[in-house]
Nanobody
């Protein structure tokens, strides 16, 4: 069973930045994605990256503000979040699977990390 460990969440003012990290417990290389869920809302896609790092996908709501990337250790992925807005407030989940997709069709999920953006 692969475990995903997220870190980097926290409280930030609107317009600020945060970087989320996600590390997989094994050395296999997976396609990875980030999803988020705000209170009272369904989980939604944020960004995804292929196993090679050559293909990325973004939700329209974060395009131009968020950047997903892979670390030197290919089992690590980052989500750089700039120009944060209060509507970005949510629990952010890391996911890993066989292919990058905007759908929640990943095999493994992290426990989530809280991101709160104050106005």
């Amino acid at each position: 069973q692969v475990q995903l460990v997220e870190s980097g969440g926290g409280l930030v003012q609107a317009g600020g930045s945060l970087r989320l990290s996600c590390a997989a417990s094994d050395t296999s290389v997976y396609a990875m994605g980030w999803f988020r869920q705000a209170p009272g809302k369904e989980r939604e896609f944020v960004a995804a990256i292929s196993w090679s790092g050559g293909i990325t996908y973004y939700a329209d709501s974060v395009k131009g503000r968020f950047t997903i990337s892979r670390g030197y250790a290919k089992n690590t992925v980052y989500l750089q979040m700039n120009s944060l807005k209060p509507e970005d407030t949510a629990v952010y989940y890391c996911a890993a699977g066989r292919r990058a997709t905007t759908r929640a069709e990943y095999d493994y999920w992290g426990q989530g990390t809280q991101v709160t953006v104050s106005s």
